[in-house]
């Protein structure tokens, strides 16, 4: 906290999240500062089998030198190994929340993610949140790996469209449908009929929650 002002770092593995995690602080937040890092280059290894460990560690320890009380990963790939990174403050993985909302009245999971590398760590973390929370889910994964190409291409609009299209399908067998990528998101909003959630917003509330005030 820098002159009485609470600060939170985001640790970001594309450019599109900085803008989106600026605007959900200040609605959440107004008071806050948030420091933005982005490494495009921690995704891109993680998905080749690389260990980015010790390079995860030091940016999330680099945000909290630069003063952020606590710090979200907004990547769900390396999301897991961020949270165990000693750095000095707390560092939230941004689909946490949603995971804890997802499995909380039990019953049928959909995991739509645009990245292969990102489905273990998401269901892992939702099979985590359910033994914690004493309820049994069964979880089913839906890829939807042509999207990320264009993503890629920075036709966001199709992006969110493709994975909408996508959700709109794995809705009908399942309770809810967890979008396990922060950039999704939009998508939710393109199916607002449907049980969807997705991890930006309530990644920000929490981190206001345990900001030291």
Same mark, same amino acid.
Request: charged residues 20%; proline residues 5%.
């Given at each position: 906290?820098?002159?009485? @002002?609470?600060?939170?770092? +985001?640790?970001?593995?594309?450019?599109?999240?900085?803008?989106? +995690?600026?605007?959900?602080?200040?609605?959440?937040?107004?008071?806050?500062?948030?420091?933005?890092?982005?490494?495009?280059?921690?995704l891109e290894d993680a998905r080749a089998g690389a260990d980015v460990g010790e390079r995860v560690a030091a940016r999330l320890r680099s945000l909290a030198a630069d003063g952020a009380d606590v710090i979200v990963c907004t990547c769900s790939t390396i999301g897991g190994l961020a949270e165990t990174v000693d750095a000095g403050v707390p560092v939230l993985r941004v689909d946490r929340p949603m995971a804890e909302a997802a499995v909380a009245?039990?019953?049928?999971?959909? %995991?739509?993610?645009?990245?292969?590398?990102?489905?273990?760590?998401?269901?892992?973390?939702?099979?985590?949140?359910?033994?914690?929370?004493? @309820?049994?889910?069964?979880?089913?994964?839906?890829?939807?790996?042509?999207?990320?190409?264009?993503?890629?291409?920075?036709?966001?609009?199709?992006?969110?469209?493709?994975?909408?299209?996508?959700?709109?399908?794995?809705?009908?067998?399942?309770? %809810? @449908? @967890?979008?396990?990528?922060?950039?999704?998101?939009?998508?939710?909003?393109? %199916?607002?009929?449907?049980? %969807?959630?997705?991890?930006?917003?309530?990644?920000?509330?929490?981190?206001?929650?345990?900001?030291?005030?």
């Amino acid at each position: 906290m820098l002159g009485g @002002v609470p600060i939170i770092g +985001f640790l970001h593995t594309a450019d599109v999240h900085v803008a989106t +995690f600026r605007t959900l602080l200040a609605g959440a937040a107004p008071d806050a500062r948030g420091l933005h890092v982005v490494d495009a280059a921690l995704l891109e290894d993680a998905r080749a089998g690389a260990d980015v460990g010790e390079r995860v560690a030091a940016r999330l320890r680099s945000l909290a030198a630069d003063g952020a009380d606590v710090i979200v990963c907004t990547c769900s790939t390396i999301g897991g190994l961020a949270e165990t990174v000693d750095a000095g403050v707390p560092v939230l993985r941004v689909d946490r929340p949603m995971a804890e909302a997802a499995v909380a009245g039990g019953g049928r999971v959909a %995991v739509v993610a645009a990245l292969a590398s990102t489905l273990a760590p998401t269901t892992a973390l939702l099979r985590e949140c359910a033994a914690l929370a004493g @309820v049994t889910v069964e979880i089913v994964e839906a890829p939807c790996l042509d999207a990320w190409a264009l993503f890629e291409s920075g036709d966001l609009d199709a992006y969110v469209r493709r994975v909408a299209g996508h959700v709109r399908t794995v809705a009908a067998t399942a309770d %809810v @449908v @967890v979008l396990a990528q922060a950039s999704m998101a939009p998508a939710a909003d393109l %199916v607002p009929d449907l049980p %969807v959630l997705s991890s930006p917003r309530t990644a920000v509330a929490r981190a206001v929650a345990v900001t030291p005030t």
